[in-house]
């Protein structure tokens, strides 16, 4: 299925969590749980989050939009392992170290390339995926084009590959802005507060909300897999509504 009709349909959360694969990534597997040997920095799945997080930071911040797709992530790959929960926590460890610096970008690549030197789709799906999360929050800054250009150089994607990804994007993001602007006054319906309210308490009920509709959550409680699609799907209504909410604090 292509991204942009998965985008449409089913939302972005969703797509991410039926299209990332961890057993795409050296010596993670799906069908049996396992424990992870050495460094996870120099692992694929490891390498990723590095690169993600060069990309969340490029624009001077992390947007909601940007935390959730690291925190599934994170999730998701850890949830193959036996030792979960200390993956997830080296898995986040890396991302803020990583962060903090673009100095070591090219060397990241380099050992990703390293690593998936003659399996170009995989590291086509890997600039699709660094690229999904540069436009979420429906803005592609010139830092994001920048270091996600750098990226794609050192990872010896095709420009024409490259470029056609950010067309996609672009039109889709275009698109979904003049069909389905999010109007000021539905996005203080969907977060139950008022115009008037100040940013504290917004920001407690957009937590609240969080909470109740978070997919992990939700599955966590046995529900079914329609009702998590659906939790899915409000979780990416509420936290756009809390995006624009936000910036009538600036």
């Known amino acids: 299925m292509k991204i942009l009709f998965l985008l449409v349909v089913i939302g972005f959360f969703y797509w991410l969590s039926r299209t990332y694969k961890p057993s795409d990534y050296q010596n993670i597997k799906i069908d049996t749980k396992q424990v992870l040997k050495g460094d996870l920095e120099d692992h694929e799945a490891g390498l990723l989050i ?3 997080s060069k990309v969340a930071k490029a624009d001077g911040s992390v947007s909601t939009l940007e935390a959730e797709i690291l925190s599934h992530t994170f999730t998701d790959i850890s949830s193959h392992f036996e030792n979960q929960e200390e993956v997830r926590e080296k898995l986040k460890a890396i991302y803020k170290k990583e962060k903090e610096s673009f100095d070591n970008t090219i060397q990241i690549c380099e050992k990703f390339l390293a690593l998936t030197k003659f399996d170009y789709a995989k590291r ?5 995926y660094l690229l999904n999360l540069a436009f979420i ?8 084009m920048m270091i996600t250009e750098d990226i794609a ?4 994607i095709k420009r024409a590959d490259f470029d056609n990804f950010i067309n996609q994007f672009e039109t889709f993001y275009k698109q979904k802005q003049q069909s389905e602007t999010l109007s000021l006054e539905k996005a203080y319906e969907i977060l139950g507060v008022k115009a008037s309210d100040d940013e504290k ?3 407690k009920a957009y937590r609240a909300l969080v909470k109740k509709h978070h997919p992990d959550i939700i599955k966590g409680q046995g529900a ?3 009702i998590i699609d659906e939790a899915t799907a409000k979780l990416q209504e509420i936290n756009e509504a ?3 909410i936000k910036k009538q604090y600036k």
Request: aromatic share 6%.
């Open 153 to 156: 150089n050192a990872l010896k």
């Open 242 to 244: 809390y995006e624009l």
């Open 137 to 144: 929050d429906g803005e592609f800054s010139k830092t994001e």
């Open 201 to 203: 308490s917004v920001k």
């Open 224 to 226: 079914s897999q329609s």
């Open 124 to 128: 086509l799906k890997v600039m699709e």
């Open 50 to 52: 590095a690169l993600m």
